[in-house]
């Protein structure tokens, strides 16, 4: 079964940083794009990065660039997004997504992780 699982969510301080990971089993890692998403209390799920299948090429969402990095490491078939300056903003549930291609919409995403849940708060 293509299977995508976050970890790494929790709480942590404004000004803290938190690593997610995004484990995929079922198929090839390096096949596919992977996207990550959030989505806030009584807002819509939003794009927030993603990494391309083909040359590694890397997208962040205006209100994260400077802030967070995608990587990936195909040979633990694991994707990372380091997530440093956290804001109370930042506080949502975030999801890792498969996708051929890049493009932030959710219509084309393939498989979808069950999310994690990370709070920034004092």
């Known amino acids: 079964q293509v299977q995508l699982v976050e970890s790494g969510g929790g709480l942590v301080q404004p000004g803290g940083s938190l690593r997610l990971s995004c484990a995929a089993s079922g198929f090839t890692l390096n096949y596919y794009a992977i996207g990550w998403f959030r989505q806030a209390p009584g807002k819509e799920r939003e794009g927030i990065s993603c990494i391309s299948s083909s040359d590694s090429s890397t997208y962040y969402a205006d209100s994260v660039k400077g802030r967070f990095t995608i990587s990936r490491d195909n040979a633990k078939n694991t994707v990372y997004l380091q997530m440093n300056s956290l804001k109370p903003e930042d506080t949502a549930v975030y999801y890792c997504?498969?996708?051929?291609?890049?493009?932030?919409?959710?219509?084309?995403?393939?498989?979808w992780g069950q999310g994690t849940q990370v709070t920034v708060s004092s």
């Open positions: 997504a498969a996708e051929l291609h890049c493009s932030g919409y959710l219509a084309d995403v393939t498989s």
